[in-house]
């Protein structure tokens, strides 16, 4: 929770300047303990389906201990689904319209699998963006994974993203840029976090949009970005949500793809991910698969023990820092998008201790 500024202490300004939430005794004398309703828009294929509920769930149970959170999960038409995938969101899913006449405080948009390059044609880009406009006049933040950021960015921006080379996808270090903003408060200024996408939206593109970037990376670009407001939209174009196998699974099916036809080339490698002796491993496993052996047996129990995760304190502390702040600044009943008092331009400070507020542009107290 936040910091309590109970009097004048210069060092609280200091520490406001810096990206800690504080508030203001008033404002503390005033909270309610209560619960937090966060909507899952799971739009990724079956295959992850279930891998991605898991992967976002324990980010947000990971997250503030006082706070109690309430995850309504749904999805949206146009998705090609199977059987079983239907069966499970016929049973444990929300429908969209439900969920907005209760409200939300907080939104999370998960990636998806598209089929080509234009995303407006895709099946379920006006489902997507129906829900980013109720989600934008209704909800206190979105959070927007990889694909759900390149088509926010496309919808309301008008930002056409960049088709790249070739796949980027590995573990990439990064670096903290705006370390006053309350997003990334008690994020390493160098860190790891994993990429995977085709396409690409640059730092340039995203500042020339009026959006702030948070975190860069040198091979693979911008990790996360927030809307000028600092806190109603924020966007990741990596995962810090994976798994620690989840490349790992990447790199399976891209081989099966390869020993059924689907793709001419054997698979790179993702980059920084496979240790020396996990990547012999796997060049065994494509010497045989290379000399005939289709039926060879991808060594994936053997190779969990040698994968790594060194991202996810990073994804623990992103998510921790927004959900405090959609805290701060939601309003009871779940309706109003932000709490009355609030600072429509700068949601990220205390209304009610504007001595304390953080200032996204200036990253001064104002």
């Not at 079983?84 to 699998?113: C, P």
């Not at 408060?185 to 970037?213: K, L, W, Y």
């Not at 052996?293 to 991808?298: I, Q, R, S």
């Not at 991202?311 to 709490?339: C, E, M, Q």
Request: glycine fraction near 6%.
């Amino acid at each position: 929770m936040a910091l309590i500024a109970h009097n004048d202490l210069p060092s609280y300004a200091r520490l406001a300047a810096e990206g800690q939430v504080l508030i203001s005794r008033e404002r503390a004398r005033r909270q309610d303990i209560r619960e937090l309703h966060i909507g899952l828009l799971n739009m990724m294929p079956d295959a992850a389906l279930e891998a991605t509920e898991r992967q976002f769930l324990r980010l947000v149970g990971a997250s503030n201990r006082i706070v109690q959170f309430q995850v309504h999960l749904f999805s949206v038409e146009g998705l090609e689904r199977g059987a079983a995938a239907r069966a499970h969101i016929r049973r444990f899913y929300e429908s969209f319209d439900s969920i907005a006449e209760a409200g939300l405080d907080a939104l999370v948009i998960t990636g998806a699998n598209i089929t080509g390059a234009d995303l407006t044609r895709e099946a379920f880009y006006q489902p997507m963006t129906r829900v980013t406009d109720w989600a934008r006049d209704n909800v206190s933040s979105v959070l927007c994974s990889c694909l759900a950021s390149h088509a926010v960015w496309r919808h309301y921006y008008g930002i056409e993203r960049r088709p790249l080379a070739g796949k980027l996808w590995g573990v990439f270090e990064h670096r903290t840029l705006a370390r006053e903003h309350p997003i990334v408060n008690g994020v390493n200024t160098r860190f790891d976090a994993p990429h995977s996408r085709h396409n690409d939206v640059s730092r340039e593109q995203i500042e020339a949009a009026g959006m702030s970037v948070l975190t860069e990376s040198a091979d693979a670009g911008v990790l996360l970005a927030a809307s000028s407001d600092g806190l109603r939209f924020i966007f990741l174009q990596g995962h810090p949500e994976y798994d620690t196998n989840s490349l790992a699974k990447e790199y399976k099916r891209e081989v099966k793809r390869f020993v059924n036809g689907e793709r001419d080339d054997y698979p790179p490698f993702p980059q920084r991910y496979f240790d020396a002796e996990a990547r012999e491993l796997l060049t065994g496993h494509r010497e045989r698969v290379q000399a005939g052996d289709v039926a060879a047996e991808f060594p994936e129990a053997l190779l969990a023990s040698q994968l790594d995760n060194t991202w996810i304190d990073t994804g623990k502390a992103i998510f921790n820092n927004w959900l405090g702040l959609v805290y701060l600044a939601s309003a009871n009943d779940r309706h109003p998008p932000l709490r009355d008092g609030i600072n429509t331009s700068n949601p990220c400070g205390p209304a009610d201790n504007k001595s304390l507020e953080f200032n996204p542009t200036t990253t001064e107290c104002t």
